[in-house]
């Protein structure tokens, strides 16, 4: 797909509400929601999670969606920079230490039409170490909010906050570079996103005592996925038939960013055919970011590449990428997301 994405045809009045999904932290299975959540995550920092966050939002946008864009970096929040946003006077950090503050309080303008933000906790100590109360506020709040997609960029790393950010998401969008401690990294990222998913479901299947012995057990038997839901129906078939169908939801969406050769192109289909048949789970290819100077270069004007500099490879290979997850949540045909 070339240049900027074309909005479909009554594109927000087109999208069918979907049911939440089954496994999410406590209290918010049924509380309302947007009708699609994104949340970009990696292993490691300085792999590009911004920037993709930044782009996907205004290809969103672009295409006639309401987009949220959140920066749920709680420990390092930069994504209005990247928008051009001048530091705003409020933000996650004022809502979650204030019962006062309602978050449509904090939500801003990016100059983007039909694209808004929420700017990050400032106070890094606090924030980095939210409150497991505090982070349901939040949450709360956010699956909360009348838009098409809610888009939230996640810190590196595998805290719980952000694991838990990940996984409330329709898209669980993981960002690795072509680089082989970065794919490492991103393997340890899925294997702690599965794990603190069973978690959340464990006490529903009885498999508490499994996954505690899966999370502090270095040699043995549960080193994967796959091998816990094997465990699990050894134990109690009808309850690892269970489990096993509840977690087919489990499924990564992997962007390859900075590709700078045809090998790297190809790193994300092989490390979703690894991860299929090594962890016995399904994750999705979304494609490929060339590595481009135009992308650094929008960074340090403040704009995304998107609309700096539409026309290069970066803002194509972004462009696709948004196509695809609109293709996914049947926004867009399947034809418009090819190149």
Same mark, same amino acid.
């Given at each position: 797909m070339r240049g900027a994405l074309k909005p479909a045809p009554s594109a927000?009045?087109? !999208?069918?509400?979907?049911?939440?999904?089954?496994?999410?932290?406590?209290?918010? +299975?049924?509380r309302a929601r947007p009708r699609r959540v994104i949340a970009v995550g990696g292993g490691k920092g300085g792999i590009g999670k911004t920037l993709v966050s930044a782009n996907l939002?205004?290809?969103?946008?672009?295409?006639?969606?309401r987009v949220l864009l959140v920066d749920?970096?709680?420990?390092?929040?930069?994504?209005?920079?990247?928008?051009?946003?001048?530091?705003?006077?409020?933000t996650l950090s004022d809502f979650v230490r204030s019962n006062k503050v309602?978050?449509?309080?904090? !939500?801003?303008?990016?100059?983007?039409?039909?694209?808004s933000l929420i700017a990050g906790a400032q106070d890094v100590l606090d924030a980095a170490n939210i409150k497991?109360?505090?982070?349901?506020?939040?949450?709360?709040?956010?699956?909360?909010?009348?838009?098409?997609?809610?888009?939230?960029?996640?810190?590196?790393?595998? +805290?719980?906050?952000?694991?838990?950010?990940?996984?409330?998401?329709?898209?669980?969008?993981?960002?690795?570079?072509p680089e082989p401690t970065a794919v490492e990294n991103a393997y340890r990222f899925v294997k702690a996103a599965f794990f603190r998913r069973l978690q959340q479901v464990e006490a529903q299947y009885g498999i508490e005592d499994l996954v505690e012995s899966a999370l502090t057990t270095r040699e043995g038997a549960l080193r994967t996925p796959h091998d816990f839901i094997a465990q699990v129906r050894q134990q109690d078939p009808a309850a690892g038939a269970r489990l096993e169908r509840d977690l087919q939801s489990f499924r990564i969406?992997?962007?390859?960013?900075?590709?700078?050769?045809?090998?790297?192109? +190809?790193?994300?289909?092989?490390?979703?055919?690894?991860?299929?048949?090594?962890?016995?789970?399904?994750?999705?290819?979304?494609?490929?970011?060339?590595?481009?100077?135009?992308?650094?270069?929008?960074?340090?004007?403040?704009?995304?590449?998107?609309?700096?500099?539409?026309?290069?490879?970066?803002?194509?290979?972004?462009?696709?990428?948004?196509?695809?997850?609109?293709?996914?949540?049947?926004? !867009?045909?399947?034809?418009? +997301?090819?190149?």
């Open positions: 927000t009045a087109s !999208i069918t509400p979907v049911p939440t999904p089954s496994a999410g932290p406590p209290g918010l +299975s049924k939002g205004v290809a969103l946008a672009q295409a006639g969606m749920a970096d709680l420990g390092g929040a930069n994504l209005h920079t990247c928008l051009g946003v001048g530091q705003p006077s409020a309602q978050l449509e309080n904090i !939500i801003i303008p990016t100059g983007v039409p039909q694209l497991y109360a505090q982070k349901q506020k939040l949450l709360r709040s956010l699956l909360a909010q009348p838009v098409d997609y809610l888009l939230l960029d996640l810190g590196a790393g595998t +805290s719980f906050n952000t694991l838990d950010f990940f996984l409330v998401a329709d898209h669980g969008v993981l960002v690795v570079l969406r992997l962007v390859v960013n900075q590709a700078r050769t045809d090998a790297d192109l +190809s790193v994300g289909g092989a490390v979703v055919s690894a991860w299929k048949k090594f962890f016995g789970l399904e994750m999705d290819d979304l494609g490929a970011i060339r590595y481009d100077d135009e992308a650094w270069r929008a960074v340090r004007r403040r704009r995304p590449v998107l609309l700096e500099r539409p026309d290069s490879a970066a803002a194509q290979g972004l462009q696709r990428i948004a196509a695809r997850i609109l293709t996914l949540d049947g926004n !867009i045909s399947s034809s418009a +997301s090819t190149p």
